[in-house]
T-cell receptor, first 113, second 112 residues
Framework: GAGVSQSPSNKVTEKGKDVELRCDPI?????LYWYRQSLGQGLEFLIY????????KSGLPSDRFSAERTGGSVSTLTIQRTQQEDSAVYLC???????????FGEGSRLTVL | GNSVTQMEGPVTLSEEAFLTINCTYT??????LFWYVQYPGEGLQLLLK?????DKGSNKGFEATYRKETTSFHLEKGSVQVSDSAVYFC???????????FGKGTRLHILP
């Protein structure tokens, strides 16, 4: 597609349920990032994929969070046993090369009741 | 580790005022520096960037100079418009691990 696509755009779930968020980056972009945007917290780095290298998972807040990227393209962020503090907008972005422009998706708004 | 610190908002100015949003960073190596902007109801988009010391990034009347001696990348605009109202994020990309991290963002309100 023309841009970074994320789904679902909105997700309401009950505490304790698992959720999956999907990101389809721009074709040919080697780098893919997941960030979390909460009110007053800015953009919190979660995980970074670059080509075939091992992902940088240093930003994942707990072992309930995981992400994978299949075939160097689509990525899925999984949150297990969701908690209310997981409520946020989860943003995906992709880029090509070092110092390349990051292109962001519209985000997935997660609400945990 | 690497970090980005930017002035807290919100910042409220009148139209045609001079704008400065401060950004300082801590990083190993030689990072690239960025400003991203998020207009109301829209996604983040790149505003400008600088990839080495003393470089000046500019776009839409905004400028920022990469100052290695003060580890700063302050955003400036000489005369702001109502349409500049948005949230501005300073960011860096380390040349050691390529990871891009962001500051907390500064909300800017421009009054007509």
């Amino acid at each position: 597609g023309a841009g970074v696509s994320q789904s679902p755009s909105n997700k309401v779930t009950e505490k304790g349920k698992d959720v999956e968020l999907r990101c389809d980056p721009i074709s040919g972009h080697t780098a893919l990032y997941w960030y979390r945007q909460s009110l007053g917290q800015g953009l919190e780095f979660l995980i970074y994929f670059q080509g075939n290298s091992a992902p940088d998972k240093s930003g994942l807040p707990s072992d309930r969070f995981s992400a994978e990227r299949t075939g160097g393209s689509v990525s899925t962020l999984t949150i297990q046993r969701t908690q209310q503090e997981d409520s946020a907008v989860y943003l995906c972005a992709s880029s090509f090369g070092f110092a390349g422009e990051l292109f962001f998706g519209e985000g997935s708004r997660l609400t945990v009741l | 580790g690497n970090s980005v610190t930017q002035m807290e908002g919100p910042v409220t100015l009148s139209e045609e005022a001079f704008l400065t949003i401060n950004c300082t960073y801590t990083a190993t190596g030689y990072p690239s520096l960025f400003w991203y902007v998020q207009y109301p109801g829209e996604g983040l988009q790149l505003l400008l960037k600088a990839t080495k010391a003393d470089d000046k990034g500019s776009n839409k009347g905004f400028e920022a100079t990469y100052r290695k001696e003060t580890t700063s990348f302050h955003l400036e605009k000489g005369s702001v418009q109502v349409s500049d109202s948005a949230v501005y994020f300073c960011a860096l990309e380390s040349n050691r691990d390529d990871k891009i991290i962001f500051g907390k963002g500064t909300r800017l309100h421009i009054l007509p």
